[in-house]
């Protein structure tokens, strides 16, 4: 019963905030505040009293039911999400008091967090594919919030990738479904050898696909054009497309298929192995190189996202536990980083209404706070120690350099050019905020400091925390994520 309290709280809280018609930012904010901090501590409650047991809501067949299961890969998706909504939502106080429908914003916000926990605690490959496509419908009214050309032309490339990948990774779970020994995941695959013996390139080509449909909302190339556009959306959105909910649910149902459902044992060290390496690889390098070349802020970030998701893909396909652990390191430690970048995007946006990388030089001096907390997350997310990069980045590079195949070697090199791609288009924002002289045609700025209040600072302040003490103090997580990969935690 409390996981489904936990799970229902949210949709049903979001879905009846527009009925209040709540006017004020006061009255708006305890609202949703008090639903996510609620959804939240129940989130904790049910991580740290879990059991074993498999909850179903409901049998669509004998083979196919949705249920729900709080295991080890569970507790790392539904803990980041818990902790990083309650924040986003009282970011999002402050920046929505400049757009219109502030209800509507909040009432799918909150219910997308339901939606997020549904994906986390999915016990099998049907029920995270319903509630994966479930994401879809619901964040589409937040892309699209707007309501502009722009936003719509974003929202329709949103919705036909998504589509597309829908229909790749819908493949996979038919065969899943048909091959598998049980429905629920199991560490090292449920096919049953005995069905599959024959059909092993046959499933191999399945995984393949499968892998590009789920890759799709993690911005795997060529799949990956819907998250740049995306950038339109409201800062409090893109920071939850791109750092939290959408792209992370991708990367986290990819793992559940490689190490879960297919397992590593069927795909390591054959073709498809190579391939999916290969497109993780390539998608890595493409985005740090397009994130150099973007001038405008959020988008920038937005091809970060890109490169870094496919971190995220690429330990996956190493298929080995250490490639598990690079790549679980990587999902939370890298949405912490780049939610923390895009609140400062937005920040700056919503306080000088600058969007370009070249208009906030010298911006140091008129959002310092703001442009320190900046610069902790671009060292950060260049791997510098000892902030907590380097940790996610480290496990990848030692998880390629184990696997003994030549790909790993690609990999490592990857790894290596991203890094100093990521300097560059990071250092080159962060370093003129301070040795740049302003824009002259902003230069009124400089007549006040112009740094949020304290709905905006509190969450940049508690993520810089979060990012300085997971690199001093790494070793508690990363035990944990060695334990789930190496199946002491289920």
Known sequence: MLLYLTLLLPLIGGAVLPLFHL???????????????ATSVLVWIMLLNRTDE????????????????VDGMSCVFAGLVSFLWPLASLYGFEYMTHEERPNTFFAYYTMTYGVTLAIATAANLFTLYVFYECLTMITLPLVMHKKDARSIHAGRKYVYYSIGGAALAFIGLIFSVYYGLNPNFTLGGILDPAMIEGKEDLLRAVFLLAFIGFGTKAALFPMHAWLPAASVAPTPVTAL????????AGAYAVLRITYYVFGAELLYGTWVQTVVLCLSCFTILYGS?????????????????ISNLSYMLMGAALMTPDGM???LSHLVLHGLMKITLFYCAGAILVKTEQEYVQDIRGFGKIMPFTCAVFTIGSVAMVGIPPLCGFVSKWNLLTAAAGTGLPMGVVAVAV??????LTAIYLFGVAGPMYFRPVNPELSALTREKHDPT????????????AIILLGIYSQPLVTFLRNIASGLIF
């Open 54 to 69: 498999t909850f179903v809501l409901y049998h669509m067949t004998d083979a196919l039911a949705l249920s729900f299961k």
């Open 415 to 420: 790894l290596i050019v991203s890094a100093i």
């Open 241 to 248: 497309l791109h750092a939290v909910a959408v792209v992370n």
């Open 325 to 327: 652990v690079g790549s």
């Open 454 to 465: 304290w709905m905006m600072k509190l969450p940049l302040t508690v993520l810089t925390l």
């Open 289 to 305: 190189a397009m994130a150099v070349k973007e001038q405008h802020f959020k988008r920038r970030l937005a091809y970060s996202t």
């Open 23 to 37: 006017k004020t930012v006061k009255s708006r904010g305890v609202y949703v505040e008090a639903i996510v901090l």
